[in-house]
């Protein structure tokens, strides 16, 4: 174990090497990749067009696509050093010394492989579009923070979550149930973009003035403080306003309001972000995530009630 990892090492080092693994893995952060595969895998279903195989492969391929990613960034972070003991939030395992940097590295390298072998299944069922999405999806999660230009410290972290684990995954898993991609399933995977998006902000309000010491040039160190919380606020703001605009063009049922029901706690978790600063905003962070999958179950009902 490196010096500094050493230095940060939590009083609970002894923990069981099964609890660590979940703290690495970021159980919390796994419902981005469950919202949206209920979102494109209800289209199917409301269509008649429900592959129940393509719904499990596909979910479990998000889940390690998530779980490597979360591991490399802990990974990176780490040897970058833009993780130290200044930081708040859930703690790190590399930089605390709970895994060596060796066991992290061979953790994501295991998920992203098991990923990749579930996915060339999707891509016997969708052909090369979902191969060129899921590569490139794995790629992105590694050089979210790894690699010589990651994406996460040039302020590109926020489109490669609205990208990947929004927009492209809604549709990607619509089109394995359906072998088509209607105009709906575009407009749907807006809202699952936005709000997965509004995670990550909310993660990187808190981080501002660690990352900006470190170096990593996040979109929020990027706008300042004050612009982060604009930006998560149009994130949510245009959330809700897609369900509406579907519904009001035709291309959803009233049912696709459904969503709306959550709009109390979109308020709260808006007013938090307004008035909280560095830990204090660690509720915000888990709640965002909280909604995000709660909206995409409610959005996903009114699809199929429709």
């Not at 230095?7 to 919390?28: E, F, T």
């Not at 410290?153 to 609205?162: E, I, T």
């Not at 394995?176 to 902000?201: G, K, N, Q, R, Y």
């Not at 009233?254 to 709306?260: N, Q």
């Amino acid at each position: 174990m490196s010096t500094k990892a050493a230095a940060h090492k939590p009083q609970a080092s002894a923990l069981p090497k099964r609890r660590v693994w979940l703290m690495a893995i970021r159980v919390p952060t796994l419902p981005a990749a469950v919202a949206p595969v209920l979102v494109g895998s209800a289209y199917g279903a409301a269509h008649g067009a429900f592959r129940p195989w393509v719904f499990l492969a596909a979910l479990l391929s998000a889940l390690l696509i998530q779980i490597g990613t979360n591991l490399t960034n802990d990974l990176f972070d780490f040897r970058k050093g833009a993780d130290t003991k200044e930081r708040v939030g859930p703690v790190r395992v590399t930089v605390s010394g709970l895994l060596t940097p060796r066991e992290v590295a061979i953790g994501s390298w295991v998920t992203f492989g098991l990923a990749f072998l579930l996915g060339l299944y999707l891509v016997w069922v969708g052909g090369w579009p979902v191969f060129l999405v899921g590569v490139t999806g794995i790629a992105a999660g590694i050089l979210y923070t790894g690699g010589p230009w990651p994406l996460g410290y040039h302020g590109l972290g926020d489109l490669f979550a609205f990208l990947y684990f929004g927009v492209f995954a809604v549709v990607c898993t619509g089109y394995l149930h359906l072998d088509a991609v209607p105009a709906a399933l575009w407009w749907a995977s807006l809202p699952v973009a936005c709000i997965v998006t509004a995670i990550l902000v909310s993660n990187n309000l808190r981080d501002i003035e660690t990352d900006r010491k470190a170096g990593k040039r996040t979109l929020a160190v990027r706008l300042g403080p004050t612009g982060a919380k604009i930006e998560y606020t149009l994130l949510l703001f245009v959330a809700y306003v897609v369900p509406a605009a579907m519904w009001a063009s035709g291309h959803a049922a009233a049912y696709a309001l459904l969503p709306w029901l959550t709009l109390p706690i979109a308020a709260g978790l808006v007013r938090r972000v307004w008035t909280a600063s560095g830990a204090q905003l660690i509720p915000a962070l888990k709640g965002t995530g909280k909604l995000h999958l709660l909206f995409s179950i409610l959005f996903s009902a009114g699809v199929l009630l429709s």
